[in-house]
């Protein structure tokens, strides 16, 4: 029986200077969620961070966002799931990937980190990389060396936008990922046949 989703994480940096920037996508996402399904994040500080409680289709979990900065992730996730002995497997880390185009939207479960410091540190503390991931493209810089501050801009309102559309299409099928119909989901989500951003 595929596992049902009882945490769902969205990374990002605290502070209104952070807001709008790439690294902040799975901010957006989870706060688009949160309005959907009228949850109210509270300040947790023992879990170091946001909390809400959510449902869809008739299925609760719980929604974080870790007040940490992004390489201290795993504080949160770690703190919160072994509280309420939440299994790696029940977690979806929502997240930006510079590895895809944006517009682009992927689901997968387990993996490495790939350079990208919330997973790294979320793995780290956890000591279990088998969560799921739900990877946000927003883009990869022509200069290497420039991935810490592209991250950490805001993208032009065209990137936005296409950023923007993806994560409807990802909200539109959270009620089938958070009740672990995984294989629908990622086929809708990775479909050839779909528009180009899904």
């Known amino acids: 029986m595929p596992s049902a989703i009882d945490l769902i994480v969205g990374l990002g940096n605290p502070g209104v200077q952070y807001a709008r920037t790439r690294h902040?996508?799975?901010?957006w996402l989870v706060d688009g969620l949160a309005a959907q399904t009228g949850a109210i994040f509270t300040v947790e500080p023992r879990y170091h961070g946001e909390t809400a409680n959510a449902a869809l289709a008739g299925h609760a979990f719980r929604l974080l966002k870790p007040t940490t900065f992004m390489n201290r992730s795993g504080q949160a996730v770690a703190g919160l799931s072994r509280y309420f002995r939440i299994p790696p497997e029940r977690i979806l880390v929502v997240h930006d990937e510079i590895d895809l185009p944006p517009g682009t939207v992927r689901l997968k479960?387990?993996?490495g980190h790939g350079g990208h410091n919330g997973l790294r540190d979320i793995i780290g503390n956890l000591g279990d990389a088998g969560f799921w991931r739900l990877r946000l493209?927003?883009?990869r810089p022509v200069d290497r060396d420039a991935v810490v501050d592209y991250v950490l801009q805001v993208p032009p309102e065209s990137e936005r936008a296409m950023i923007l559309q993806a994560m409807a299409a990802a909200l539109d099928l959270l009620p089938r990922i958070v009740a672990g119909e995984w294989q629908a989901a990622?086929?809708?989500l990775h479909g050839a046949r779909g528009p180009h951003h899904l």
């Open 24 to 27: 902040n996508a799975g901010f």
């Open 109 to 111: 479960q387990g993996g």
């Open 137 to 139: 493209g927003v883009g």
């Open 186 to 188: 990622m086929q809708l």
